[in-house]
T-cell receptor, first 115, second 115 residues
Framework: AQTVTQSQPEMSVQEAETVTLSCTYD???????LFWYKQPPSRQMILVIR??????QNATENRFSVNFQKAAKSFSLKISDSQLGDAAMYFC????????????FGAGTILRVKS | GAGVSQSPRYKVAKRGQDVALRCDPI?????LFWYQQALGQGPEFLTY????????KSGLPSDRFFAERPEGSVSTLKIQRTQQEDSAVYLC?????????????FGPGTRLTVL
């Protein structure tokens, strides 16, 4: 079974600064998808960024980018120019390409943004 | 509607009561998922539907949990004889197809408190 580990329960960043959230995962599969989701206090989970494991190029979405290290099974999220609206719980998630559609989530990292 | 909706948003039940939680997916979405999120934790998969077929119920914690989607649209998660350990937020998500790269869109969740 796949597992996802987020070792940082909480992180803080100053507004306009850059922060990196860590995620590692364990799998025996070679092809899969990785995601970062944001969950603000309102609870609605929102997709931030997605990475296909077969792609070597790291995904980027505006101020959000990932550092995907397949051999190390590491998938970190970098948020540049942090904004107050980025404050939320961030979840790293894994999804198999074959054999199921469920998301496997990590425990989450609370991100606080200081003004 | 524009997104996934869930009702009720909050439910308080006495231990031993039965509860029913409703999910309205995005119109036209084939796949529907239920997740359970304990306080301060990441969501955990409960069950998955493709249209009206329940293809995976491996995450249901006991036979007190039952889910249905009789017409391939609205889904109901029923919990019989609720226990205190059932207290959690129950999230519903839908996606256009049962394909791994398809984004799952989440509802706001139902917070269940069992007294």
């Amino acid at each position: 079974a796949q597992t996802v580990t987020q070792s940082q329960p909480e992180m803080s960043v100053q507004e306009a600064e850059t922060v990196t959230l860590s995620c590692t995962y364990d799998t025996s599969e070679s092809d899969y998808y990785l995601f970062w989701y944001k969950q603000p206090p309102s609870r609605q989970m929102i997709l931030v960024i997605r990475q296909e494991a077969y792609k070597q190029q790291n995904a980027t979405e505006n101020r959000f980018s990932v550092n995907f290290q397949k051999a190390a099974k590491s998938f970190s999220l970098k948020i540049s120019d942090s904004q107050l609206g980025d404050a939320a719980m961030y979840f790293c998630a894994y999804r198999s390409r074959e054999g199921g559609n469920k998301l496997v989530f990590g425990a989450g990292t609370i991100l606080r943004v200081k003004s | 509607g524009a997104g996934v909706s869930q009702s009720p948003r909050y439910k308080v039940a006495k231990r031993g009561q039965d509860v029913a939680l409703r999910c309205d997916p995005i119109s036209g979405h084939v796949s529907l998922f239920w997740y359970q999120q304990a306080l301060g934790q990441g969501p955990e998969f409960l069950t998955y539907f493709q249209n009206e077929a329940q293809l995976d119920k491996s995450g249901l914690p006991s036979d007190r949990f039952f889910a249905e989607r009789p017409e391939g649209s609205v889904s109901t998660l029923k919990i019989q004889r609720t226990q205190q350990e059932d207290s959690a937020v129950y999230l519903c998500a839908s996606s256009l197809r049962g394909i791994s790269y398809n984004e799952q869109f989440f509802g706001p969740g139902t917070r269940l408190t069992v007294l």
